[in-house]
């Protein structure tokens, strides 16, 4: 079992409506999350993290977290045609603090 | 703030040629982390520096090398490039182990 899953893409979305991206861990003692943004070519940056249980919103984007259930999701509102990207959820590990990336969401918002 | 730097932007080496990458870390963070990325191996973690000590390690031979500096910056070696090293060289740091990393624009190294 990977220690990160993300649900497979590519995911296409309509401009205006919302991109739902999902987000397993298999280390019930992790406590940081992240979601960095990669545009091709680039290097990722961080649009996210939280730490609690629950919803944090900046913007349009909502991440939720769920410990129980080992399940990290980003919802991005109101897509624009520059949220295309490719979508990396990064967990901290409880023991070594190293920070595990899951292989990334490809999603396209189109115009 | 600057952000995280890494020199040199982009690479074309041989086979059997080693590699030297250098990584400055965000001024006051202490932390600096290495990966590899490649489209079929995604986002692949090498190795964490703080404080000038190797903390973490990936599953990399021991090709792969690094370094960190009292100033924090941090430096890595590949011996013996192999084609299969051709990849996106990336470095990111924080604060320390727990904190956010941020990542710099990448070394792109092409084995030839």
């Known amino acids: 079992q990977k220690e990160v899953e993300q649900n497979s893409g590519p995911l296409s979305v309509p401009e205006g409506a919302i991109a739902s991206l999902n987000c397993t861990y298999s280390d019930r003692g992790s406590q940081s999350f992240f979601w960095y943004r990669q545009y091709s070519g680039k290097s990722p940056e961080l649009i996210m993290f939280i730490y609690s249980n629950g919803d944090k919103e900046d913007g349009r984007f909502t991440a939720q977290l769920n410990k129980a259930s080992q399940y990290v999701s980003l919802l991005i509102r109101d897509s624009q045609p520059s949220d295309s990207a490719t979508y990396l959820c990064?967990?901290?590990?409880?023991?070594?603090?190293?920070?595990?990336f899951g292989a990334g969401t490809t999603v396209t918002v189109r115009a | 703030k600057a952000g995280v730097t890494q020199t040199p932007r982009y690479l074309i080496k041989t086979r059997g040629q080693q590699v030297t990458l250098s990584c400055s870390p965000i001024s006051g963070h202490r932390s600096v982390s290495w990966y590899q990325q490649t489209p079929g191996q995604g986002l692949q973690f090498l190795f964490e520096y703080f404080s000038e000590t190797q903390r973490n390690k990936g599953n990399f031979p021991g090709r792969f090398s690094g370094r960190q500096f009292s100033n924090s910056r941090s430096e890595m070696n590949v011996s013996t490039l192999e084609l299969g090293d051709s990849a996106l060289y990336l470095c990111?740091?924080?604060?320390?182990?727990?904190?956010?990393?941020?990542f710099g624009p990448g070394t792109r190294l092409t084995v030839l």
């Open positions: 990064a967990v901290k590990g409880s023991n070594d603090y190293k920070l595990s």
């Open positions: 990111a740091s924080s604060l320390s182990q727990i904190d956010t990393q941020y």
